[in-house]
């Protein structure tokens, strides 16, 4: 029995049918990003046969619906959810789910399951399952993905299972025929770069740092520091405290220290004065107070402070005025660090909180991992020294100097290679020296097409390295390999370019490399101030500058021109406004992640 379908959206809606076991869902997730890759926007609806919930006990979310709301809805930033009691027998009807969905939002709906319904459908079959197929009595299968070997009534369209890129096709075809006569889809192309190349070599920023960071064994060398000497060294040993932290309890303020009982007295007899550095040599007995100063331990016997703008003295004694609660300001022996506890575990770069923390805990020396050795060379015959006359028709290098900065922003050893023009024999020469000296290698220049081709053979002559176009704006090419036992990186010519590649690329593993764990680029939502464009399929990193509005909102406004060859826009700006692969348009008053330059810069 067969169940009539309205859409009632204006955009389409395409099934996936298939019995349990055949793989739906295995499909959908490699059909999603694919799609995702040719600019479609999807929303995916599920249907689920039991009571299900995608909450988590405890949440306030699920505490409130457990409590009576029919209706729940969770929102931040990022993303909203409303899940609803729908208390009754029948699940609800899909055009009614549909209605949920923002179709301003996305281009086509897919559909996983709702078998009977009479919704255009991609049927999914796998014969070595053994299950009977859908279309001999759904005359809504649009289409049948199955394996090569099934055999099928010739005027049903067949689609290979195991070819996401032809399944990706189906889709597209058919959303395009659906709007044919009504509104546009706004397909992309595939990324321009995807035709031409062999794709294993074009990556997104995400899959780029993932391969990178798999080539990184973070240095497990340390040494032993004066705790002046380690700012910006990574901690090579957790820090065990010595002691409690707070060492004593003591007084949280000027006033003071007595012993609490309900109701108060009516005054208290002041029998000493006791200031920090110095202790009250008896037991406080109740009724007696002693003037205390901040950080003076608590005398034995008392347990509360009232603090001295709400105190009279009167002669001898002290009359305490306000709410008093037992414990009030009273730091704890070991509230802030108790002895035994890590204070602060390996693999945390030092700065001024944390060494501020090991010192008060007593240590002079700290363990840290060895400074990495960074090589950096520049190349390029037009490119000059300054400092010196720039010769005719050439440029002064900026790039290795924007380059050793960052590297000695990250706490490593630079190793000044100079420029290296424009040979074979040079730079093999180049990047054989410095191979033995350092941990990386960074270049600059020579890695976009049409370069010399000198610079691939020089670099196969002595590594393995790849040359890879990255999905981003600016530094699209980059190169990453081995030389011996040093990680290599051929950062792009233009100099924003460059200093964009080594905040993605270059930054992530020369942390690792160092020993921090768990470091991750900070990104903030800021809402965009102007339209800011993008293409799809890459991202765009733009210089910007943040600032915090009157509605008291981060905002985010781009520094103008952005030619990759600019350096003025990252002097001008303060951050990276990164535009999502996905991210196309984004109007005034859109979210928008930025990348702070404070990191590194
Ligand atoms: P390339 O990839 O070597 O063709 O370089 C791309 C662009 O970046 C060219 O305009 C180069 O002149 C420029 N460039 C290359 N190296 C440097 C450098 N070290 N400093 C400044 N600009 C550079
Ligand atoms: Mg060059």
């Known amino acids: 029995m067969s169940i009539p379908f309205n859409n009632p959206l204006s955009i389409p809606v395409l099934g996936f049918c298939a019995y349990s076991g055949t793989g739906k869902t295995t499909l959908l997730k490699k ?181 990178i960071l798999t080539y990184v064994n973070p240095i497990r060398v340390s040494e032993l520091v004066d705790i002046d000497d380690s700012s910006n060294r990574v901690l090579a040993e957790d820090a065990i405290s010595p002691v409690d932290v707070p060492q004593h309890t003591n007084s949280a303020m000027d006033g003071y220290a007595f012993k609490f009982s309900e109701p108060m007295l009516g005054s208290y007899k002041i029998v000493a004065d006791v200031m920090a550095g110095h202790s009250y040599p008896g037991t406080l007995q109740a009724g007696e107070a002693v003037r205390i100063m901040t950080g003076a331990p608590m005398p034995v016997g008392a347990d509360t402070v009232q603090m001295k703008e709400l105190a009279e003295e009167n002669g001898q004694t002290v009359s305490f005025n306000g709410e008093i609660r037992l414990g009030d300001h009273v730091r704890q022996a070991g509230e802030d660090i108790a002895k035994d506890t890590t204070a602060l575990a390996a693999g945390h770069r030092l700065q001024a909180a944390h060494q501020g923390m090991l010192a008060s805990l007593g240590f002079g020396r700290l363990p840290v991992y060895r400074k990495p050795k960074v090589a950096v060379f520049s190349t390029g015959d037009e490119v000059c020294q300054p400092g010196e006359p720039l010769k005719q028709n050439c440029i002064y290098d900026s790039n290795r100097f924007t380059i050793k900065s960052m590297v000695k922003q990250l706490g490593c050893e630079v190793i000044d290679l100079g420029i290296i023009h424009d040979s074979e024999a040079a730079l093999v020469e180049a990047l054989k020296g410095a191979a033995t000296q350092a941990d990386v290698v960074i270049s600059s220049g020579g890695v976009s097409v049409g370069d010399a081709d000198f610079i691939k053979l020089a670099l196969a002559k002595v590594g393995q390295i790849n040359f890879w176009r990255i999905n981003m704006r600016p530094g699209r090419p980059l190169a990453f390999g081995q030389i011996g036992g040093s990680l290599f990186f051929g950062l792009p010519g233009n100099p924003v370019a460059v200093m964009v590649s080594f905040m993605q690329f270059v930054q992530p593993a020369l942390r690792k490399l160092a020993g921090e764990t768990d470091w991750a680029p900070t990104l903030v939502p800021a809402i965009a101030d102007a339209p800011l464009r993008s293409r799809c399929g890459r991202t765009e990193f733009m210089r910007g500058v943040h600032h915090l509005a009157s509605d008291g909102k981060l905002h985010v406004t781009s520094t103008g021109a952005q030619g990759s060859g600019m350096l003025s826009s990252m002097v001008r700006g303060n951050c990276l406004i990164v535009i999502g692969e996905r991210d196309e348009q984004l109007m005034p008053g859109d979210t928008v992640y930025i990348q702070p330059f404070s990191d590194l810069l």
Request: glycine content about 4%; proline content about 5%.
């Open 31 to 211: 059909l999603i990003p694919e799609l995702n890759r040719r600019g479609l926007r999807l929303a995916v609806i599920k249907h689920a046969h039991h009571n299900f919930d995608v909450d988590i006990p405890g949440k306030d979310s699920y505490e409130m619906r457990k409590a009576g709301a029919r209706q729940m809805l969770v929102a931040s930033h990022v993303r909203w959810a409303l899940m609803t009691e729908d208390l009754v027998e029948e699940a609800p009807s899909l055009p009614h789910l549909l209605k949920q969905i923002e179709a301003d939002k996305v281009d086509i709906v897919l559909v996983e399951g709702f078998k009977k319904l009479e919704l255009p459908k991609i049927e999914l079959h796998r014969a070595a399952h053994g299950k009977p197929f859908i279309h001999t009595h759904d005359a809504n299968i649009q289409a049948i993905a199955c394996c090569d070997d099934t055999v099928l009534p010739s005027e049903l369209r067949r689609l290979d299972i195991n070819n996401v890129g032809q399944i990706a096709d189906f889709v597209i075809e058919y959303a395009k025929q659906w709007t044919a006569s009504g509104t546009q889809l706004p397909l992309q192309a595939a990324p321009e770069c995807g035709c031409e190349l062999d794709t294993s070599k074009t990556l997104s920023v995400r899959q780029g740092i993932d391969k």
